[in-house]
């Protein structure tokens, strides 16, 4: 069973990151800036983020450690925690970085966008045998009881499309417990990312390939940001959005997804 207790850990091997930091960013313009110290939130979200042995690893991850090593930024400190919290610390805590979130229309001025950071395709999973669920429109989908995540973006969009939470729709605190329960029968379908859907259902034991897709839903399978609280300092927003593009143009960013995706994704997560 995956960990969804808030725990602290030395983010991204602290002490390594100090020794690449030092070594990288060389290449950058010098900049005698006095930074804050950078707070990180996070959730369990694989391949994004998640952790092993107490240690935080992933797509996402990988991005964010990169880019702290070419910008030279600290981080303090690094929780993991279910994103309702994640998502309300970075909207209050100054200079608080978040990943990976979903850039979209009604979040745009609550965050200061530092970039794009991997890609994200959402569908509509039932179960394999129910082949009585047959979706042609997530109009559809309204007959029936679907799962959804506290403060995420997928049920924000569901509830904005006519859904009502207790009716056709029931919210959790994180997307395992929904996963579980659309196996044991107790909702009928689940927004997932594909990318993440088989990992999760290996890590709880739960076999992906009794799933399948019901329903594409394009209008919500965004690129993953990372983002700072809207009241972070200017310098260390500009820092590391500098420090992004530099990997992003240097292929670093489609080399990590690639790896994690298992092929090359260039082109398909836009330039910060």
């Not at 390939?209 to 260390?236: G, Q, R, V």
Request: net charge negative; glycine share 6%; hydrophobic share 45%.
């Amino acid at each position: 069973m995956m960990t969804r207790f808030l725990f602290f850990l030395f983010c991204f091997q602290l002490g390594l990151i100090s020794v690449l930091a030092q070594a990288q960013t060389q290449s950058l313009t010098p900049d005698t800036t006095q930074l804050p110290d950078l707070h990180i939130v996070t959730t369990e979200f694989p391949p994004y983020s998640y952790s092993v042995h107490l240690q935080l690893t992933g797509l996402a991850t990988e991005v964010v450690n990169a880019t702290l090593a070419k910008s030279g930024v600290q981080a303090k400190t690094c929780e993991i925690m279910p994103w309702a919290r994640a998502y309300k610390l970075a909207q209050t805590q100054a200079n608080t970085l978040i990943y990976s979130i979903a850039r979209t229309p009604d979040r745009e001025d609550r965050f200061i966008w530092i970039g794009a950071i991997a890609p994200y395709q959402i569908k509509l999973y039932k179960l394999r045998a129910r082949e009585d669920i047959q979706l042609r429109t997530l109009e559809d989908a309204k007959a029936y009881m679907v799962g959804g995540e506290l403060a995420d973006v997928k049920q924000a969009y569901l509830k904005k499309q006519g859904f009502i939470e207790g009716e056709n729709l029931r919210l959790v605190a994180d997307d395992e417990l929904n996963l579980r329960m659309l196996f044991a029968g107790r909702i009928d379908l689940l927004p997932f990312n594909e990318f993440s859907l088989p990992l999760v259902a290996d890590q709880l034991g739960l076999d992906a390939s009794a799933l399948e897709p019901a329903l594409d839903m394009p209008e919500i399978s965004y690129d993953l940001y990372m983002a700072l609280s809207k009241t972070s300092s200017n310098a260390l927003a500009t820092r590391l959005q500098k420090s992004l593009q530099t990997l992003e143009q240097a292929g670093t960013l489609n080399a990590i997804q690639g790896k994690y995706l298992g092929h090359s994704i260039a082109g398909v997560v836009d330039a910060p």
